[in-house]
């Protein structure tokens, strides 16, 4: 076998099937954007010390140098994280392999070279790596996930703007209930979206970088006149991340964890909003729009499968199942350390992987849809017994006795035409105006604030 991984051969169907679709991600999530990472901190932390007059042994970088420093951070290659992980072979250490690179890559350097004992000077590999990790995920987060998310709620707001007027019957408990519309329904799934959105955005990533045990112990030793509590809150700072004080060894992944169940939550909402559209089409509300040479079913020609919905709601499950272990199990660590963590963590693309496999299912499904009018009146005109709650509310402000129970005796359980109801309505001693008001209504049109409501979201 070649070491270009066949993707028939993948044992992930994130790296097989599903392979094009998650490029985006790939920067971020593999062991390529853990090292890449990894890196920039490093160097991002030689800048620090060498920006830091109390440390006079590493003397401040001329601005070719930084440069360089720069270059070799942005400008990481698969090449250079392949240079690293065969220096790994070697001493079954990733972040030490990583630091024997960077000596490697700057041994030309003087500046840099003069300073080659501050590369990774005082830091436990969890201070590079917790912060590593953290940037990982904040930035896949912002440039990869939020944008196709922010699709997917611009399609439902379109969606809710479009269909704001036309009629649905709705079910509860899957019994005909008082109408809405169809934009409304999409209006609530929306405005349920941005609320996820807000709270997946707002999470703020932390970092540590104090130390094995988190006291500054061999930071101390070294220069015990610095405040490196100081220095260090503004080297993480300066990564656009936040400085957590007080840990162990690792940083207790307590904001991941909020970004996970944050994550966990959207997808909830998801799988909900999948499994609802995917009733209206096997009701006939929604009509999928067909593809040319695309195939139902491999035995029935007719068939036009909401297979985008049911592939979203599947990986959204996967998703959750793997981001609630997450949440679950990474805040916790036996006492100053265990490495339980290790394993899980690189593990991240597999959940975001799945979660964004859903958004772009759910989207291409979305875009799909067209509403199905004559299916929906269809429905809804059979259902002149759901008049009876407003029937039921005027009679209540006219100080009728029990009227719900006299409505509950010529609706419940049974249909009722709209001769029956309009001949009970017409009996009502109740004033003119609102005696016309109920004659004319008709299911389609007691649809309350329901289209204004789609048109605001």
Known sequence: MSSQLNTLLALSPLDGRYAAKLDPLRPHFSEYGLIRNRVRVEIEWLKALAANPAVPEVAPFSAVTLAELDAVAAGFSETDGEAIKAIEARTNHDVKAMEYWLRDRFANNAEVSHAAEFIHFACTSEDINNTSHALMLKESRDAAYLPVFDRVVARFVELAHLLADLPMLSRTHGQPASPTTLGKEMANIAYRLKRARKAIAAVEMT??????????????????????????????????????????????????AELFDAIARANTMLIDACRDIWMYISLGFFKQKLKEGEVGSSTMPHKVNPIDFENAEGNFGVSNAVLRHFSEKLPISRMQRDLTDSTVLRNMGVAIGHSLLGLESCLRGLGKLEANPGALAGDIDEAWEVLAEPIQTVMRRYGFDNPYDQLKKMTRGAGISKEALQEFVASLDIPAADKARLLAMTPASYIGAAAELARKI
């Open 207 to 256: 970092a540590k970088f104090n130390g094995a045990v988190g006291n500054y112990n061999a930071h101390l030793s070294a220069y015990p006149e610095i405040d490196w509590a100081a220095h260090n809150q503004a080297f993480i700072e300066s990564l656009g991340l936040v400085f957590n004080p007080y840990t162990i060894q690792i940083e207790p992944h307590d904001s991941m």
